[in-house]
């Protein structure tokens, strides 16, 4: 019984200590108006992994479907119209780590982050680069089973977001 309460205690130090940790941005986003262009589209015409790791989730495919989400949101994503110019966009995961939800509660583990880089281009020549990342740990967020899935499309919308600023 004295074990146990001292594991209660250490556990509640040890969250007290940490303080309630929250998804966080890592790279901050701009909050002035975006003036977004209407006579040109972005295509989404490729995203890599550059950890070198294999996850057991299909990264680039979300950080793709989260950009394309992101671009369809702002009016600016590439349907197949012939008559309006066509700028391309290309992803890169540069870090990530899935994390868990049953060991978000304790510091230093448990938290999901991913890093990424996107490229916009008109032809060959780059018109706007951006990075973002984010973390999420412990908090109302932190304690979602889906966590993982969610960072992809933060991390897409602000990439985006950078980008469309950028143009």
């Not at 070198?52 to 009016?75: H, P, T």
């Not at 304690?143 to 600023?165: G, N, T």
Request: proline content about 3%.
């Amino acid at each position: 019984m004295s074990c146990l309460r001292t594991l209660c205690a250490m556990v509640l130090l040890i969250g007290l200590v940490s303080g309630c940790g929250r998804g966080r941005e890592e790279t901050p986003v701009q909050s002035s108006p975006v003036a977004l262009r209407q006579d040109v589209r972005i295509r989404v015409v490729g995203v890599t992994n550059k950890t070198g790791e294999l996850f057991d989730v299909d990264a680039i495919g979300l950080l793709w479907n989260g950009m394309e989400e992101s671009l369809r949101n702002k009016g600016l994503l590439w349907t197949g119209d012939a008559g309006i110019p066509v700028m391309t966009l290309r992803g890169q995961i540069l870090k990530y780590q899935k994390g868990s939800v049953l060991l978000r509660p304790l510091p230093f583990w448990g938290k999901t982050y991913l890093m990424a880089r996107c490229e916009l281009m008109e032809g060959e020549r780059i018109v706007a680069s951006a990075e973002a990342s984010r973390t999420i740990s412990m908090s109302k967020e932190g304690f979602s089973f889906d966590a993982w899935k969610e960072i992809y499309r933060e991390v897409a919308e602000d990439l985006i977001s950078q980008v469309v600023q950028k143009m």
